[in-house]
């Protein structure tokens, strides 16, 4: 049976932004990023209310469609608890659909937020694999659950009838590393720019992949002037470039002059890692092009209080 959680509990979590895939490891790899939403949810009497602020406060619902519910309530029956009502307040700085994981950052804010209500029973294995169920894939979540860098996979069930297990292993990011987010204002469905991808490569571009992914994992860890030559991608940025031009000539631009530039997730950003602080000229040019521009370090993990009021 079921048990109900107490009006007055308040659950507040800090997740950070990711970005994933940093070039070859195409729903692998991810990054944390320090640029975060704060999600409060507070146990009530009864009813739902959401309040957001920020980012996406003009068009996200105020109901149980919106994916912070979604993912408390995901979270909520896993730890096997019910609440009698919830308020529930985003403050959210990360840019929606723009591929720094806002998605991601919803659902393990919610999913986090239940597992602190409920009392810690969660696993950080659990809340990794709850969190990107609503996604598909890991690599966004798992960086906004475990901070620096995570390698992640899926794994497919024989039967084909039970829920893919999602598993993530975190990299400490070397100290030098930081982040710079060129962020266009238009969004980018993942679902649509996926729809670009061919359903079979070469073996000489996978080959090459399979490369760059190991040395971007080297490169993030102790070797960051390996940075350019990890971030290099055949199987998913070519591609998109048709649909994602503006992106793609600020990847090109940058890479040309010797900057690990990437697309990052769907897009449209453009991330750049380097131990360095970009040009301030190539900066200024990109906000002359309409592109924001978001000077990061590399974030840790989400962070999770709990207070009775």
């Known amino acids: ?17 990711s970005s994933a895939n940093l070039g070859p490891g195409f729903d692998t790899l991810g990054l944390a990023v320090a640029l975060y939403d704060t999600v409060e949810v507070e146990v009530t009497s009864s009813g739902l209310e959401v309040v957001v602020f920020g980012e996406g406060e003009e068009d996200l619902p105020r109901d149980s469609s919106h994916l912070v519910v979604k993912a408390i309530n995901s979270g909520l029956r896993a730890a096997d608890v019910t609440a009698p009502g919830l308020r529930v307040t985003c403050h959210n700085t990360i840019p929606q659909s723009r591929g720094l994981g806002s998605s991601a950052a919803a659902a393990v804010a919610g999913v986090a937020a239940a597992n602190a209500l409920a009392g810690d029973v969660l696993s950080t294995e659990e809340i990794v694999q709850l969190s990107s169920a609503f996604e598909g894939h890991p690599d966004n979540a798992a960086a906004s659950v475990l901070g620096d860098a995570v390698v992640s996979w899926t794994e497919i069930p024989v039967d084909g009838k039970s829920q893919p297990t999602y598993r993530a292993v975190g990299l400490k990011v070397h100290e030098d590393i930081r982040a710079t987010a060129l962020v266009p204002k238009f969004h980018a469905s993942t679902q649509a720019v996926r729809k670009v991808l061919p359903e079979q490569v070469t073996h000489m571009d996978a080959r090459f992949n399979v490369s760059r992914a190991a040395v971007m994992v080297v490169a993030l860890q102790n070797h960051p002037e390996l940075l350019r030559e990890g971030t290099r991608d055949r199987l998913h940025q070519p591609y998109r470039a048709d649909v994602l031009p503006v992106t793609a000539e600020w990847v090109n631009k940058l890479r040309n002059r010797g900057y690990a530039a990437y697309l990052s997730g769907a897009g449209p950003t453009v991330m750049i890692l380097s131990t360095e602080k970009v040009d ?14 978001y000077e990061l370090e590399i974030a840790g993990p989400l962070k999770v209080t709990t207070e009775q009021v």
């Open 280 to 293: 301030a000229k190539i900066l200024d040019e990109a906000r002359a092009d309409g592109l924001g521009v």
């Open 1 to 17: 049976m079921s048990i109900e959680l107490i009006p007055g509990t308040v659950a507040k979590v800090r997740v950070p932004a």
